[in-house]
């Protein structure tokens, strides 16, 4: 029987469908649970919004009340709601994945070669299984990429607002798609040194990416106030983490954690960070893919929290010169 993408999702789907239902039964049967700890914690402030209080009552809530929102019906439907939701986003991420591949005009078998390492992958599947929101950011983020390569501007740049608010990690990726948006990309020829910097491509993604990140932020920040911008903003610059993490900083910050050394290795961790995102937005970003894996690669490497959420696999496929090549890149959305 031949392998189609509608197969893929077909089989993708039963396999999370019967992830969630296992899980049902391990937690309530195996003192270990099958569903994440922040599984718990969302839902936990979907409760609180439902009652109309704070998601940030529940400790350790640390992002945008609009994920506490859309898992309200966790309350008022089932508890597997938001799982499913997570599952949705996962299959999305695939689809686009398809659609990314195919405007790139590579083989069928290619495309689902690409689609197969996302769709059917062990780790992408238990990590929606288990609700973690991870797909949800995922998806964004490849439909931002896949609207920017239909030269959808508006489109793309409304969902990589989004994509901001819902975790502030993807602010790295701007560079790289402004600088893509050259006399190349439009086939327009500037009058002039500084319509050619700030042409209408640049403006319009950066004015309507803007609008949408500020719109829902200060909706979030009229509901919820500072403990909002602290939680799904603030904490993660300074977030420390020495108990289950596996970066690179983490050893020297275990044994440095009270001294006034470990606020400056904090700050000085983001370095290597920022010189690897300049260098590549500045080389890369014609390949928007292998850029966007570079730079994502290079934030998990060198990210002084790095937990198992972060080890969330997101193919990105590209062309690179003639021959189709694949790309890896880590999700992290930790």
């Given at each position: 029987m031949a392998?189609?993408?509608?197969?893929?999702v077909?089989?993708?789907?039963?396999?999370?469908?019967?992830?969630?239902?296992?899980?049902e039964?391990q937690?309530?049967?195996?003192?270990?649970?099958?569903?994440?700890?922040?599984?718990?914690?969302?839902?936990?402030?979907?409760?609180?919004?439902?009652e109309?209080?704070?998601?940030?009552?529940?400790?350790?809530y640390?992002y945008?009340?609009?994920?506490a929102i859309?898992?309200?019906?966790n309350?008022?439907?089932?508890?597997?709601?938001?799982?499913?939701l997570?599952?949705l986003?996962?299959?999305?991420?695939?689809?686009?994945?398809y659609k990314?591949?195919?405007?790139?005009?590579?083989?069928e078998k290619?495309?689902?070669?690409?689609c197969?390492?996302?769709?059917?992958n062990?780790?992408?599947?238990?990590?929606?299984?288990?609700?973690?929101?991870?797909s949800?950011?995922s998806?964004?983020?490849?439909?931002?990429?896949?609207f920017?390569?239909?030269?959808?501007?508006?489109?793309?740049?409304?969902?990589?607002?989004?994509a901001v608010?819902m975790?502030?990690?993807?602010?790295?990726?701007?560079?790289?798609?402004?600088?893509?948006?050259d006399e190349n990309y439009?086939?327009?020829?500037a009058?002039?040194?500084?319509?050619?910097?700030?042409?209408s491509e640049?403006?319009?993604?950066?004015?309507v990416?803007?609008?949408?990140?500020?719109?829902?932020?200060?909706?979030?920040?009229?509901l919820y106030g500072?403990?909002?911008?602290?939680?799904?903003?603030l904490?993660?610059?300074?977030?420390?983490?020495?108990?289950?993490n596996?970066s690179?900083?983490?050893?020297?910050?275990?044994?440095?954690?009270e001294?006034?050394?470990?606020?400056?290795?904090?700050?000085?961790a983001?370095?290597p960070?920022a010189?690897?995102?300049?260098?590549?937005?500045?080389y890369?970003h014609?390949?928007i893919?292998?850029?966007?894996?570079?730079?994502t690669?290079?934030f998990?490497?060198?990210?002084?929290?790095?937990?198992?959420?972060?080890?969330?696999?997101?193919?990105?496929?590209?062309?690179?010169?003639?021959?189709p090549?694949?790309?890896w890149?880590?999700?992290a959305?930790?």
């Open positions: 392998v189609t993408f509608q197969l893929l077909a089989l993708s789907l039963i396999l999370r469908l019967a992830l969630i239902a296992y899980g039964w937690d309530k049967y195996f003192a270990v649970k099958f569903t994440d700890v922040d599984y718990n914690v969302f839902s936990d402030a979907a409760k609180l919004v439902a109309s209080r704070s998601p940030y009552l529940r400790p350790t640390r945008t009340p609009i994920l859309a898992l309200v019906p309350h008022y439907l089932f508890f597997a709601f938001g799982k499913l997570f599952v986003g996962d299959l999305t991420s695939g689809w686009l994945l990314i591949l195919s405007l790139q005009q590579l083989p290619i495309k689902l070669t690409g197969i390492a996302w769709l059917l062990p780790l992408t599947a238990v990590v929606s299984s288990r609700g973690n929101a991870e949800l950011l998806t964004l983020l490849l439909a931002t990429i896949y920017v390569m239909q030269k959808r501007l508006s489109v793309a740049a409304m969902f990589f607002g989004l608010h975790k502030i990690f993807p602010a790295i990726y701007t560079l790289s798609f402004l600088l893509l948006l439009s086939s327009k020829r009058g002039s040194w500084w319509k050619s910097i700030f042409n640049r403006v319009k993604f950066a004015l990416s803007g609008a949408v990140f500020f719109a829902i932020s200060c909706f979030s920040y009229i500072y403990e909002f911008v602290y939680n799904a903003y904490y993660h610059i300074i977030r420390r983490d020495t108990r289950h596996f690179i900083y983490f050893y020297m910050l275990y044994l440095i954690q001294s006034w050394q470990s606020s400056l290795l904090g700050l000085l983001f370095a960070q010189m690897i995102v300049l260098f590549s937005s500045v890369l014609r390949d893919s292998l850029c966007c894996f570079v730079q690669f290079a998990v490497t060198y990210n002084k929290v790095c937990t198992s959420q972060q080890l969330h696999l997101l193919p990105f496929s590209t062309s690179s010169g003639t021959s090549c694949s790309h890149s880590w999700c959305h930790g």
